[in-house]
Every structure is written in structure tokens, then in C-alpha cells.
């Protein structure tokens, strides 16, 4: 079986011996043989592609994304599998003093990086960035180097996959900012299929269902950084 992955960590990327991990991918090899699924290709790609992928048939399963209706529209998701807050990746120190994404609205100057297709795009212009501000990146580096470089003020995606960058680039000038709840509360995520594949997303919301909130799951997403608070509803949404 396709598994439709991007290189994001702590989601998804490679270690020094070149292996896929990270908390998404660990958790689909854990739960998808509990739904009777043992033979498992990664296949990475780029955020764009992801769901249109899997609508067309080139993977079964995608990595964890944002659950949205516009989503819904063209694919189906398991059980939530994490809940995450915003955050923006800015330099050392935030020469704009930014604060989250009504700060990014409110000055004119700030030129802000998303990935395309990803929900923070439309979150940025919700708080009054115009078109023009909005950098469009293909992957995370090219985000992240866009801000390291000075084409754009902050980039503005999943807090934990910021903090997860920067714990494995220590020495780039670069920062997080929290977005705070009052502008944009943390959201649910789940791993996507198509909307026909009706039988593997019951197998695999049942394999969840036993699965997320033991404690063997919080014991492996806490090994890639995620808090209690980002797994908490998520296993209270399992039962």
C-alpha cells in the first residue's frame, strides 16, 4: 500500500541512516497492520500533490493534514491523530515584532511565507494581508530559507513543526512565535484516503479507536516533541 508523505519533522523525515520516521509515518506502520496492512510503500512528495493524489488514486493513505470541509469535498479522513497550533518562523530576535497573524495583517511591510495550498494561507489573508504579501513556497526549506535570507518577514505554518526544524538547525538565526488562541485555536488532524475507500478508512479508524490514548502511543509521540495537550483530545475523540 502508497503512503503519501512530505518531508516535514517531527510528521516526517529522514534520520542519519537515511530511514523515514517521524511521529505520522511511526504511527501509520503501528496501526495500519492492527487493520491488516503490512506491506507499506513511502512515497514522498509536496504538499500540493498530497490530496490530489490520493483523490486520483497514485496513494491510498496520506500523512496527517488539517481536516477542513473544503478538504472533505475531495477526500475522507481517519480519526483526528494530533491537534497543533500555529506558529511563525521568524529571525532571531523578530525585527518586526510580530505577535501572530493580526500583527502580519496590520503592517503593510511584512511579506509573509506559506506553503501551497496548506490552511495558514487563507488564515493570513483572514486577518488583512493582501495577495501580494503572501510568498508562495513549494516545501518547507524553501520557506524557511525565504525567511533565513530576508524575502519574507515569517513563515507562517504548524508550530511544532517549526520548533522541530530548529532543533535540528540549531545554528540558523531564526525563531518561533506562537500564534495565541484568542486569533486562531489549535486544530485537528488526520491521515486522508480516498472518498471511495470506504473499507480501508473503517479498518483503519477501528486500529485507532484501540490504539490512540495508550499509553505505547503517548510514549511514541512524545519521542517526536508532541505535548500531552497536542494528543489529548485526540484520545478523548478515541474513546
Same mark, same amino acid.
Given at each position: 500500500?502508497?503512503?503519501?508523505?512530505?518531508?516535514?519533522? $517531527?510528521?516526517?523525515?529522514?534520520?542519519?541512516?537515511?530511514?523515514?520516521?517521524g511521529c505520522d509515518v511511526e504511527l501509520a506502520q503501528t496501526?495500519?497492520?492492527?487493520?491488516?496492512? #503490512?506491506?507499506?510503500?513511502?512515497?514522498?512528495?509536496?504538499?500540493?500533490?498530497?490530496?490530489?493524489?490520493?483523490?486520483?488514486?497514485?496513494?491510498?493513505?496520506?500523512?496527517?493534514?488539517?481536516?477542513?470541509?473544503?478538504? #472533505?469535498?475531495?477526500?475522507?479522513?481517519?480519526?483526528?491523530?494530533?491537534a497543533l497550533s500555529d506558529g511563525l518562523l521568524v529571525r532571531r530576535h523578530n525585527p518586526k515584532h510580530l505577535t501572530g497573524?493580526?500583527?502580519?495583517?496590520?503592517?503593510?511591510? &511584512?511579506?509573509? %511565507?506559506?506553503?501551497?495550498?496548506?490552511?495558514?494561507?487563507?488564515?493570513?489573508?483572514?486577518?488583512?494581508?493582501?495577495?501580494?504579501?503572501?510568498?508562495?513556497?513549494?516545501?518547507?526549506?524553501?520557506?524557511?530559507?525565504?525567511?533565513?535570507?530576508?524575502?519574507?518577514?515569517?513563515?507562517?505554518?504548524?508550530? +511544532?513543526?517549526?520548533? %522541530?526544524?530548529?532543533?535540528?538547525?540549531?545554528?540558523?538565526?531564526?525563531?518561533?512565535?506562537?500564534?495565541? $488562541?484568542?486569533?486562531?485555536?489549535?486544530?485537528?488532524? %488526520?491521515?486522508?484516503?480516498?472518498?471511495?475507500?470506504?473499507?480501508?478508512?473503517?479498518?483503519?479508524?477501528?486500529?485507532?479507536?484501540?490504539?490512540?490514548?495508550?499509553?505505547?502511543? #503517548?510514549?511514541?509521540? +512524545?519521542?517526536?516533541?508532541?505535548?500531552?495537550?497536542?494528543?489529548? &483530545?485526540?484520545?478523548?475523540?478515541?474513546?
Amino acid at each position: 500500500m502508497k503512503f503519501g508523505f512530505l518531508i516535514e519533522p $517531527p510528521f516526517n523525515y529522514r534520520s542519519a541512516d537515511l530511514k523515514i520516521t517521524g511521529c505520522d509515518v511511526e504511527l501509520a506502520q503501528t496501526v495500519l497492520p492492527m487493520a491488516g496492512i #503490512r506491506d507499506l510503500e513511502l512515497v514522498e512528495t509536496e504538499f500540493s500533490h498530497l490530496l490530489p493524489g490520493v483523490a486520483e488514486g497514485r496513494w491510498r493513505m496520506t500523512t496527517g493534514v488539517f481536516v477542513t470541509e473544503e478538504r #472533505r469535498a475531495i477526500v475522507s479522513f481517519s480519526r483526528p491523530i494530533w491537534a497543533l497550533s500555529d506558529g511563525l518562523l521568524v529571525r532571531r530576535h523578530n525585527p518586526k515584532h510580530l505577535t501572530g497573524y493580526r500583527s502580519m495583517g496590520r503592517n503593510a511591510e &511584512c511579506i509573509v %511565507a506559506v506553503i501551497r495550498n496548506q490552511v495558514q494561507y487563507q488564515s493570513v489573508l483572514d486577518f488583512g494581508a493582501s495577495h501580494d504579501r503572501v510568498l508562495v513556497c513549494e516545501t518547507y526549506e524553501d520557506a524557511a530559507r525565504a525567511v533565513l535570507v530576508g524575502r519574507a518577514d515569517a513563515y507562517v505554518s504548524v508550530s +511544532r513543526a517549526h520548533h %522541530a526544524y530548529l532543533e535540528r538547525n540549531a545554528d540558523l538565526d531564526l525563531e518561533v512565535v506562537l500564534v495565541p $488562541p484568542h486569533e486562531k485555536k489549535a486544530a485537528l488532524g %488526520a491521515f486522508a484516503f480516498s472518498k471511495s475507500d470506504d473499507e480501508l478508512k473503517k479498518a483503519l479508524d477501528d486500529a485507532l479507536l484501540a490504539y490512540l490514548g495508550s499509553d505505547h502511543h #503517548r510514549s511514541m509521540m +512524545r519521542r517526536f516533541g508532541l505535548t500531552d495537550a497536542e494528543m489529548a &483530545c485526540v484520545a478523548s475523540d478515541a474513546g
